[in-house]
Protein backbone atom coordinates (compact mmCIF):
# COMPACT_ATOMS: atom_id res chain seq x y z
CA UNK A 1 0.00 0.00 0.00
CA UNK A 2 2.90 2.39 1.09
CA UNK A 3 4.69 1.40 -2.49
CA UNK A 4 1.22 2.54 -4.20
CA UNK A 5 1.26 5.76 -2.41
CA UNK A 6 5.00 6.56 -3.65
CA UNK A 7 4.35 5.26 -7.26
CA UNK A 8 0.82 7.38 -6.86
CA UNK A 9 3.09 10.33 -6.12
CA UNK A 10 5.56 9.98 -8.45
CA UNK A 11 3.29 9.21 -11.28
CA UNK A 12 1.48 12.66 -10.22
CA UNK A 13 4.48 14.42 -10.31
CA UNK A 14 5.90 12.90 -13.76
CA UNK A 15 2.77 13.90 -15.06
CA UNK A 16 3.08 17.27 -13.84
CA UNK A 17 6.37 17.59 -15.55
CA UNK A 18 6.71 20.03 -18.75
CA UNK A 19 9.36 17.43 -20.19
CA UNK A 20 6.69 14.82 -20.57
CA UNK A 21 3.84 16.79 -22.06
CA UNK A 22 6.78 18.18 -24.88
CA UNK A 23 8.23 14.70 -25.68
CA UNK A 24 4.79 13.29 -25.92
CA UNK A 25 3.78 16.19 -28.19
CA UNK A 26 6.91 15.23 -29.82
CA UNK A 27 6.42 11.36 -30.19
CA UNK A 28 2.97 11.93 -31.75
CA UNK A 29 4.09 15.05 -34.33
CA UNK A 30 6.98 12.14 -35.45
CA UNK A 31 4.18 9.94 -35.81
CA UNK A 32 1.92 12.34 -37.46
CA UNK A 33 4.97 13.45 -40.02
CA UNK A 34 4.67 10.03 -41.57
CA UNK A 35 1.09 10.96 -43.39
CA UNK A 36 3.45 13.57 -45.15
CA UNK A 37 6.66 11.44 -45.69
CA UNK A 38 3.51 8.49 -46.84
CA UNK A 39 2.60 11.20 -50.01
CA UNK A 40 6.54 11.31 -50.69
CA UNK A 41 7.13 7.87 -51.43
CA UNK A 42 5.96 5.23 -53.81
CA UNK A 43 5.60 1.43 -52.32
CA UNK A 44 6.49 0.96 -48.66
CA UNK A 45 3.61 3.60 -47.22
CA UNK A 46 2.49 1.66 -44.44
CA UNK A 47 6.08 -0.02 -43.75
CA UNK A 48 7.44 4.07 -43.05
CA UNK A 49 4.27 4.39 -40.86
CA UNK A 50 5.14 1.81 -38.87
CA UNK A 51 8.79 1.85 -38.59
CA UNK A 52 8.23 5.57 -37.68
CA UNK A 53 5.82 4.72 -34.91
CA UNK A 54 7.58 2.61 -33.18
CA UNK A 55 11.27 4.67 -33.47
CA UNK A 56 9.37 7.18 -32.05
CA UNK A 57 7.41 5.17 -29.26
CA UNK A 58 11.17 3.59 -28.72
CA UNK A 59 13.27 6.98 -29.08
CA UNK A 60 10.46 9.38 -26.92
CA UNK A 61 10.50 6.86 -24.25
CA UNK A 62 13.93 6.22 -23.51
CA UNK A 63 13.73 10.72 -23.32
CA UNK A 64 11.31 10.05 -20.74
CA UNK A 65 12.82 6.92 -19.25
CA UNK A 66 16.41 8.76 -18.57
CA UNK A 67 15.19 12.16 -17.99
CA UNK A 68 12.28 11.82 -15.77
CA UNK A 69 14.37 8.82 -13.96
CA UNK A 70 17.05 10.56 -13.39
CA UNK A 71 15.24 13.49 -10.86
CA UNK A 72 13.13 10.94 -9.01
CA UNK A 73 15.21 10.06 -6.17
CA UNK A 74 17.75 13.12 -6.33
CA UNK A 75 15.08 15.71 -6.58
CA UNK A 76 13.53 14.43 -3.90
CA UNK A 77 17.31 14.71 -1.80
CA UNK A 78 17.83 17.82 -3.49
CA UNK A 79 14.31 19.76 -2.11
CA UNK A 80 15.50 17.62 1.15
CA UNK A 81 11.39 16.05 1.00
CA UNK A 82 13.23 12.98 1.23
CA UNK A 83 13.62 13.64 5.17
CA UNK A 84 9.47 14.08 5.48
CA UNK A 85 9.19 11.19 3.30
CA UNK A 86 11.60 8.76 5.55
CA UNK A 87 9.98 9.95 8.64
CA UNK A 88 7.11 8.20 8.01
CA UNK A 89 7.26 4.54 8.37
CA UNK A 90 8.41 3.63 4.87
CA UNK A 91 11.49 1.57 4.29
CA UNK A 92 14.04 2.76 1.58
CA UNK A 93 13.54 -0.22 -0.54
CA UNK A 94 9.70 0.58 -0.43
CA UNK A 95 10.82 4.42 -1.88
CA UNK A 96 12.99 2.97 -4.54
CA UNK A 97 10.23 0.52 -5.77
CA UNK A 98 7.41 3.33 -5.22
CA UNK A 99 9.15 5.67 -7.63
CA UNK A 100 10.04 2.90 -9.80
CA UNK A 101 6.66 1.93 -10.19
CA UNK A 102 5.18 5.73 -10.80
CA UNK A 103 7.15 5.95 -13.67
CA UNK A 104 6.77 2.95 -14.96
CA UNK A 105 3.06 3.95 -15.02
CA UNK A 106 4.15 7.27 -16.48
CA UNK A 107 5.72 5.11 -19.54
CA UNK A 108 3.03 2.95 -19.66
CA UNK A 109 0.18 5.74 -20.36
CA UNK A 110 2.73 7.32 -23.16
CA UNK A 111 2.97 4.00 -24.84
CA UNK A 112 -0.53 3.67 -24.86
CA UNK A 113 -0.90 6.91 -26.04
CA UNK A 114 1.65 6.99 -28.93
CA UNK A 115 0.50 3.08 -29.47
CA UNK A 116 -2.99 4.46 -29.48
CA UNK A 117 -1.93 6.91 -32.45
CA UNK A 118 0.23 4.27 -34.37
CA UNK A 119 -2.28 2.08 -34.57
CA UNK A 120 -5.14 4.24 -35.54
CA UNK A 121 -2.73 5.67 -38.54
CA UNK A 122 -1.95 2.61 -40.03
CA UNK A 123 -5.61 1.51 -39.83
CA UNK A 124 -6.45 4.66 -41.83
CA UNK A 125 -3.68 3.79 -44.37
CA UNK A 126 -4.20 0.23 -44.28
CA UNK A 127 -8.00 -0.52 -43.56
CA UNK A 128 -7.26 -2.76 -40.78
CA UNK A 129 -5.64 -2.94 -37.53
CA UNK A 130 -1.93 -4.42 -37.32
CA UNK A 131 -2.02 -6.64 -34.23
CA UNK A 132 1.18 -7.78 -35.25
CA UNK A 133 2.60 -4.71 -33.57
CA UNK A 134 1.71 -5.31 -30.10
CA UNK A 135 4.33 -7.36 -29.20
CA UNK A 136 7.32 -5.33 -30.50
CA UNK A 137 5.80 -2.27 -28.24
CA UNK A 138 5.18 -4.55 -25.27
CA UNK A 139 9.10 -5.46 -25.70
CA UNK A 140 9.94 -1.58 -26.50
CA UNK A 141 7.85 -0.93 -22.75
CA UNK A 142 10.01 -3.62 -21.20
CA UNK A 143 13.41 -2.28 -22.44
CA UNK A 144 11.74 1.07 -20.93
CA UNK A 145 11.57 -0.21 -17.86
CA UNK A 146 15.22 -1.39 -17.53
CA UNK A 147 16.05 2.00 -18.65
CA UNK A 148 14.43 3.33 -16.08
CA UNK A 149 15.54 0.76 -12.98
CA UNK A 150 19.33 1.67 -14.30
CA UNK A 151 18.34 5.50 -14.14
CA UNK A 152 17.04 4.95 -10.67
CA UNK A 153 20.24 2.99 -9.38
CA UNK A 154 22.88 5.65 -10.89
CA UNK A 155 20.38 8.46 -9.56
CA UNK A 156 21.00 6.46 -5.88
CA UNK A 157 24.55 7.41 -5.56
CA UNK A 158 25.62 10.16 -8.32
CA UNK A 159 24.51 13.53 -10.05
CA UNK A 160 21.59 14.17 -12.30
CA UNK A 161 23.83 15.11 -14.94
CA UNK A 162 26.59 11.98 -14.42
CA UNK A 163 22.90 9.73 -14.26
CA UNK A 164 21.66 10.60 -17.20
CA UNK A 165 25.19 10.11 -19.05
CA UNK A 166 25.33 6.44 -17.61
CA UNK A 167 21.88 5.62 -18.33
CA UNK A 168 22.63 6.64 -21.99
CA UNK A 169 25.42 4.77 -22.21
CA UNK A 170 23.28 1.64 -20.67
CA UNK A 171 20.88 2.17 -23.47
CA UNK A 172 23.66 2.53 -26.82
CA UNK A 173 25.90 -0.34 -25.44
CA UNK A 174 22.96 -2.48 -24.36
CA UNK A 175 21.87 -1.75 -28.28
CA UNK A 176 25.48 -2.37 -29.69
CA UNK A 177 26.69 -5.53 -27.25
CA UNK A 178 25.23 -7.92 -30.56
CA UNK A 179 27.27 -6.13 -33.04
CA UNK A 180 30.13 -5.44 -30.76
CA UNK A 181 30.91 -9.25 -30.33
CA UNK A 182 29.60 -9.84 -34.04
CA UNK A 183 32.90 -7.71 -35.00
CA UNK A 184 35.01 -9.48 -32.35
CA UNK A 185 34.28 -12.86 -33.71
CA UNK A 186 35.30 -11.47 -37.07
CA UNK A 187 38.19 -9.51 -36.96
CA UNK A 188 39.52 -9.62 -33.31
CA UNK A 189 41.85 -12.32 -31.58
CA UNK A 190 41.00 -15.39 -28.99
CA UNK A 191 41.18 -13.30 -25.96
CA UNK A 192 38.80 -10.34 -27.44
CA UNK A 193 36.26 -12.72 -29.06
CA UNK A 194 36.13 -13.90 -25.02
CA UNK A 195 35.71 -10.99 -23.41
CA UNK A 196 33.35 -9.69 -25.98
CA UNK A 197 31.56 -12.97 -25.33
CA UNK A 198 31.22 -13.24 -22.05
CA UNK A 199 30.42 -9.43 -22.16
CA UNK A 200 27.04 -9.61 -24.44
CA UNK A 201 26.00 -12.66 -21.65
CA UNK A 202 26.21 -10.11 -18.62
CA UNK A 203 25.66 -6.65 -19.71
CA UNK A 204 22.01 -6.08 -20.81
CA UNK A 205 21.60 -6.94 -24.63
CA UNK A 206 18.64 -4.66 -25.31
CA UNK A 207 18.79 -5.42 -28.92
CA UNK A 208 16.55 -8.60 -27.59
CA UNK A 209 13.93 -6.12 -26.71
CA UNK A 210 13.60 -4.62 -30.86
CA UNK A 211 11.59 -7.02 -32.93
CA UNK A 212 10.41 -3.64 -34.58
CA UNK A 213 11.97 -4.88 -37.81
CA UNK A 214 10.07 -8.84 -37.69
CA UNK A 215 6.93 -6.96 -36.43
CA UNK A 216 6.48 -4.72 -39.18
CA UNK A 217 7.15 -7.46 -41.31
CA UNK A 218 5.29 -9.64 -39.83
CA UNK A 219 8.03 -12.38 -39.42
CA UNK A 220 7.54 -15.76 -37.24
CA UNK A 221 9.92 -15.16 -34.37
CA UNK A 222 11.27 -17.84 -32.66
CA UNK A 223 9.20 -20.38 -30.01
CA UNK A 224 9.31 -18.82 -26.62
CA UNK A 225 10.62 -15.88 -28.10
CA UNK A 226 8.38 -13.22 -26.38
CA UNK A 227 7.76 -14.72 -22.71
CA UNK A 228 11.96 -15.39 -22.71
CA UNK A 229 12.59 -11.66 -23.25
CA UNK A 230 10.15 -10.75 -20.65
CA UNK A 231 11.76 -13.03 -18.44
CA UNK A 232 15.12 -12.06 -19.14
CA UNK A 233 14.18 -8.25 -19.19
CA UNK A 234 12.41 -9.16 -15.62
CA UNK A 235 15.84 -10.82 -14.62
CA UNK A 236 17.92 -7.21 -15.39
CA UNK A 237 14.85 -5.82 -13.29
CA UNK A 238 15.83 -7.74 -9.97
CA UNK A 239 18.81 -7.13 -10.51
CA UNK A 240 18.86 -3.16 -11.00
CA UNK A 241 16.43 -2.16 -8.88
CA UNK A 242 18.06 -4.71 -5.82
CA UNK A 243 21.61 -2.70 -6.25
CA UNK A 244 19.63 0.52 -6.10
CA UNK A 245 17.84 -0.40 -3.13
CA UNK A 246 21.55 -1.59 -1.66
CA UNK A 247 23.08 1.59 -2.70
CA UNK A 248 20.05 3.70 -1.21
CA UNK A 249 20.09 1.89 1.92
CA UNK A 250 23.71 3.35 3.04
CA UNK A 251 23.58 6.55 2.34
CA UNK A 252 23.43 8.73 4.65
CA UNK A 253 20.52 11.03 4.46
CA UNK A 254 20.63 12.21 8.60
CA UNK B 1 5.14 50.50 -20.89
CA UNK B 2 8.42 51.74 -19.66
CA UNK B 3 10.91 52.71 -22.25
CA UNK B 4 12.81 48.87 -22.02
CA UNK B 5 9.33 47.19 -23.00
CA UNK B 6 8.67 49.77 -25.87
CA UNK B 7 12.62 48.85 -27.16
CA UNK B 8 11.80 45.54 -26.62
CA UNK B 9 8.45 45.37 -28.76
CA UNK B 10 9.94 47.58 -31.29
CA UNK B 11 13.35 45.10 -31.88
CA UNK B 12 10.43 41.90 -31.96
CA UNK B 13 8.23 43.56 -34.68
CA UNK B 14 11.32 44.73 -36.87
CA UNK B 15 12.74 41.09 -36.39
CA UNK B 16 9.40 40.18 -37.38
CA UNK B 17 9.70 41.99 -40.57
CA UNK B 18 12.84 41.72 -41.41
CA UNK B 19 12.62 37.68 -41.70
CA UNK B 20 11.18 37.25 -45.08
CA UNK B 21 13.06 39.73 -47.43
CA UNK B 22 16.07 38.82 -45.74
CA UNK B 23 15.03 35.04 -46.62
CA UNK B 24 14.53 36.05 -50.16
CA UNK B 25 17.66 38.04 -50.32
CA UNK B 26 19.55 34.87 -48.88
CA UNK B 27 17.38 32.34 -51.42
CA UNK B 28 18.96 35.01 -54.44
CA UNK B 29 22.46 34.62 -53.21
CA UNK B 30 22.46 30.80 -52.60
CA UNK B 31 24.56 28.56 -54.81
CA UNK B 32 22.74 26.93 -58.22
CA UNK B 33 21.47 23.87 -57.67
CA UNK B 34 23.86 21.52 -59.88
CA UNK B 35 21.90 20.94 -63.12
CA UNK B 36 18.84 20.80 -60.95
CA UNK B 37 18.70 16.91 -59.74
CA UNK B 38 20.66 18.10 -56.28
CA UNK B 39 24.22 16.91 -54.84
CA UNK B 40 24.93 13.17 -55.38
CA UNK B 41 23.61 10.55 -52.24
CA UNK B 42 25.73 10.02 -49.61
CA UNK B 43 26.32 6.21 -49.46
CA UNK B 44 27.56 5.03 -46.68
CA UNK B 45 28.59 1.03 -46.04
CA UNK B 46 25.55 -0.74 -44.51
CA UNK B 47 27.75 -2.75 -42.62
CA UNK B 48 29.24 0.25 -40.60
CA UNK B 49 25.73 2.25 -40.34
CA UNK B 50 23.12 -0.63 -39.55
CA UNK B 51 24.82 -1.11 -35.59
CA UNK B 52 25.96 3.14 -35.10
CA UNK B 53 22.20 3.26 -36.31
CA UNK B 54 21.09 1.33 -32.63
CA UNK B 55 18.61 -0.45 -33.79
CA UNK B 56 16.46 2.53 -36.15
CA UNK B 57 18.06 0.83 -39.29
CA UNK B 58 14.79 -0.07 -40.50
CA UNK B 59 13.98 3.89 -40.65
CA UNK B 60 16.95 4.68 -41.95
CA UNK B 61 16.16 2.61 -44.41
CA UNK B 62 12.99 4.48 -44.82
CA UNK B 63 14.55 7.58 -45.29
CA UNK B 64 17.13 6.41 -47.83
CA UNK B 65 13.97 5.01 -49.59
CA UNK B 66 12.43 8.58 -49.63
CA UNK B 67 16.19 9.43 -51.36
CA UNK B 68 16.28 7.06 -53.72
CA UNK B 69 12.68 7.89 -54.87
CA UNK B 70 13.76 11.62 -54.92
CA UNK B 71 17.05 11.09 -57.03
CA UNK B 72 15.47 8.64 -59.54
CA UNK B 73 12.44 11.01 -60.52
CA UNK B 74 15.05 14.55 -60.41
CA UNK B 75 17.22 12.30 -63.01
CA UNK B 76 14.01 10.84 -65.09
CA UNK B 77 13.01 14.28 -65.76
CA UNK B 78 16.46 16.16 -66.12
CA UNK B 79 19.69 14.09 -67.50
CA UNK B 80 18.56 9.82 -67.52
CA UNK B 81 22.13 9.14 -65.75
CA UNK B 82 21.19 7.16 -62.65
CA UNK B 83 24.72 5.97 -61.74
CA UNK B 84 23.93 6.38 -57.96
CA UNK B 85 20.62 4.36 -57.82
CA UNK B 86 22.16 1.01 -57.65
CA UNK B 87 23.99 1.85 -54.62
CA UNK B 88 21.04 3.50 -53.18
CA UNK B 89 18.89 0.28 -53.71
CA UNK B 90 21.36 -1.85 -52.53
CA UNK B 91 21.93 0.49 -48.85
CA UNK B 92 18.09 0.67 -48.82
CA UNK B 93 17.84 -3.40 -48.90
CA UNK B 94 21.16 -3.39 -46.29
CA UNK B 95 19.53 -1.66 -44.15
CA UNK B 96 16.10 -3.77 -44.32
CA UNK B 97 16.51 -6.91 -45.99
CA UNK B 98 13.12 -7.60 -45.71
CA UNK B 99 11.49 -4.36 -47.61
CA UNK B 100 10.25 -6.28 -50.52
CA UNK B 101 8.68 -2.85 -52.34
CA UNK B 102 12.30 -1.69 -52.48
CA UNK B 103 12.91 -4.74 -54.14
CA UNK B 104 9.97 -4.80 -56.31
CA UNK B 105 10.15 -1.19 -56.98
CA UNK B 106 13.63 -0.48 -57.14
CA UNK B 107 14.31 -3.10 -59.81
CA UNK B 108 11.58 -1.53 -61.66
CA UNK B 109 13.40 1.88 -61.33
CA UNK B 110 16.84 0.15 -62.68
CA UNK B 111 15.25 -1.78 -65.69
CA UNK B 112 13.77 1.55 -66.71
CA UNK B 113 17.19 3.32 -66.68
CA UNK B 114 18.48 -0.03 -68.84
CA UNK B 115 20.39 -0.99 -65.96
CA UNK B 116 19.44 -4.70 -66.40
CA UNK B 117 22.50 -6.35 -64.61
CA UNK B 118 21.98 -4.15 -61.04
CA UNK B 119 17.92 -4.37 -61.42
CA UNK B 120 18.76 -8.58 -61.60
CA UNK B 121 21.13 -8.29 -58.79
CA UNK B 122 19.08 -6.59 -56.46
CA UNK B 123 16.02 -8.86 -57.43
CA UNK B 124 18.54 -12.07 -57.03
CA UNK B 125 19.78 -10.63 -53.52
CA UNK B 126 15.37 -9.94 -52.19
CA UNK B 127 14.94 -13.67 -53.31
CA UNK B 128 18.08 -14.60 -51.12
CA UNK B 129 17.23 -12.87 -48.34
CA UNK B 130 13.45 -13.93 -48.70
CA UNK B 131 12.97 -17.09 -50.51
CA UNK B 132 9.17 -17.60 -49.63
CA UNK B 133 7.73 -14.37 -51.13
CA UNK B 134 6.94 -15.14 -55.03
CA UNK B 135 6.89 -11.35 -55.99
CA UNK B 136 10.91 -11.29 -56.38
CA UNK B 137 11.29 -14.46 -58.64
CA UNK B 138 8.04 -13.60 -60.32
CA UNK B 139 9.27 -9.66 -61.23
CA UNK B 140 12.84 -11.14 -62.10
CA UNK B 141 11.09 -13.26 -64.70
CA UNK B 142 9.16 -10.75 -65.96
CA UNK B 143 12.43 -8.36 -66.37
CA UNK B 144 14.33 -11.22 -68.34
CA UNK B 145 10.70 -11.80 -70.25
CA UNK B 146 10.09 -8.56 -71.02
CA UNK B 147 13.13 -6.33 -71.16
CA UNK B 148 15.63 -9.18 -72.21
CA UNK B 149 13.86 -11.17 -74.07
CA UNK B 150 15.12 -14.65 -72.78
CA UNK B 151 12.32 -16.72 -72.71
CA UNK B 152 14.38 -19.57 -71.08
CA UNK B 153 15.29 -17.50 -68.16
CA UNK B 154 11.87 -15.88 -67.86
CA UNK B 155 10.54 -19.48 -67.35
CA UNK B 156 12.79 -20.36 -64.81
CA UNK B 157 11.81 -17.66 -62.27
CA UNK B 158 8.43 -18.17 -62.83
CA UNK B 159 9.34 -21.99 -62.01
CA UNK B 160 10.25 -21.17 -58.58
CA UNK B 161 7.46 -18.64 -58.33
CA UNK B 162 5.15 -21.31 -59.11
CA UNK B 163 5.96 -23.61 -56.06
CA UNK B 164 5.97 -20.59 -53.73
CA UNK B 165 2.71 -19.67 -51.15
CA UNK B 166 0.34 -17.12 -52.29
CA UNK B 167 1.49 -16.83 -56.06
CA UNK B 168 -1.23 -15.46 -58.65
CA UNK B 169 -3.04 -17.75 -60.36
CA UNK B 170 -1.87 -16.41 -64.07
CA UNK B 171 1.37 -17.55 -63.53
CA UNK B 172 0.76 -21.56 -64.97
CA UNK B 173 -0.56 -19.76 -67.48
CA UNK B 174 2.27 -17.30 -68.49
CA UNK B 175 4.35 -20.59 -67.73
CA UNK B 176 2.33 -22.73 -70.08
CA UNK B 177 2.63 -19.87 -72.87
CA UNK B 178 6.10 -19.73 -73.05
CA UNK B 179 6.38 -23.16 -72.95
CA UNK B 180 4.99 -23.18 -76.85
CA UNK B 181 6.57 -19.72 -77.50
CA UNK B 182 3.41 -17.94 -78.78
CA UNK B 183 1.99 -15.38 -79.05
CA UNK B 184 4.82 -12.68 -77.37
CA UNK B 185 3.28 -9.41 -77.92
CA UNK B 186 0.10 -10.97 -76.03
CA UNK B 187 1.72 -12.23 -72.95
CA UNK B 188 3.25 -9.52 -72.47
CA UNK B 189 0.41 -7.51 -72.43
CA UNK B 190 -0.97 -9.77 -70.09
CA UNK B 191 2.20 -9.17 -67.92
CA UNK B 192 1.70 -5.70 -67.36
CA UNK B 193 -1.55 -6.26 -67.06
CA UNK B 194 -1.60 -8.73 -64.10
CA UNK B 195 1.00 -5.70 -62.71
CA UNK B 196 -1.61 -3.22 -62.98
CA UNK B 197 -4.34 -4.93 -61.37
CA UNK B 198 -2.29 -6.75 -58.52
CA UNK B 199 -1.01 -3.42 -57.57
CA UNK B 200 -2.72 -0.95 -55.40
CA UNK B 201 0.62 1.38 -56.13
CA UNK B 202 -0.44 4.30 -58.14
CA UNK B 203 3.07 5.10 -59.76
CA UNK B 204 3.28 1.12 -60.55
CA UNK B 205 -0.45 1.22 -62.33
CA UNK B 206 0.31 4.03 -64.04
CA UNK B 207 3.61 2.85 -65.67
CA UNK B 208 1.94 -0.69 -66.45
CA UNK B 209 -0.98 1.41 -68.65
CA UNK B 210 1.47 3.06 -70.26
CA UNK B 211 3.25 -0.13 -70.98
CA UNK B 212 -0.25 -1.80 -72.12
CA UNK B 213 -0.70 1.31 -74.52
CA UNK B 214 2.52 0.53 -76.31
CA UNK B 215 1.55 -2.71 -76.92
CA UNK B 216 -1.25 -2.18 -78.12
CA UNK B 217 -0.24 0.55 -80.60
CA UNK B 218 2.38 -2.15 -81.58
CA UNK B 219 -0.54 -4.95 -82.12
CA UNK B 220 -2.05 -2.17 -84.37
CA UNK B 221 0.86 -1.61 -86.38
CA UNK B 222 1.40 -5.53 -86.87
CA UNK B 223 -2.12 -6.27 -88.12
CA UNK B 224 -2.36 -2.93 -90.13
CA UNK B 225 -0.06 -3.90 -93.13
CA UNK B 226 -1.90 -7.16 -92.99
CA UNK B 227 -4.89 -5.29 -93.34
CA UNK B 228 -3.60 -3.03 -95.81
CA UNK B 229 -2.69 -6.12 -98.11
Known sequence: ?254 | MSRRGVLGATLTVAAMIAVVPLSLALERRAPPAEGGVGPAPVLLRASILRPLLLGFHPLAADLYWLRTIQYFGAHLQTDEQIPHLYGLVDLVTSLDPHFIDAYQIGGLFLAIGKRFPEAIAIYEKGIAANPQRWELPYDLGRLYFLDLKDEAQALRWWEVTDRLPGRPHYVPRFMARLYTKTGSLETAFELWNAMYEGSDNEWVRKTAKQEMQKILAQMKAQTAPKAGR
Open chain 1, 1 to 254: MRIVAIAFMAFTEAVRDRILYSLLAFALAMIGSSIVLVRLSVGGEAKIVKDLGLGAISLVGVLIAVFIGVGLVSREIDRRTIYTIMARPICRAEFILGKFCGLGLTLLVNVAVMTVGLLSLAWLLEGRWSPELLPAVLLAYVELLLLTAAAILFSAFTTPTLSAIFTLSVFVIGRLIGDLRAFAEQFGGAGLRALATGLSYVFPNLARFNISEASVHALPLGTGYIPLALLYGGAYLILFLAAAMAIFARQDLK
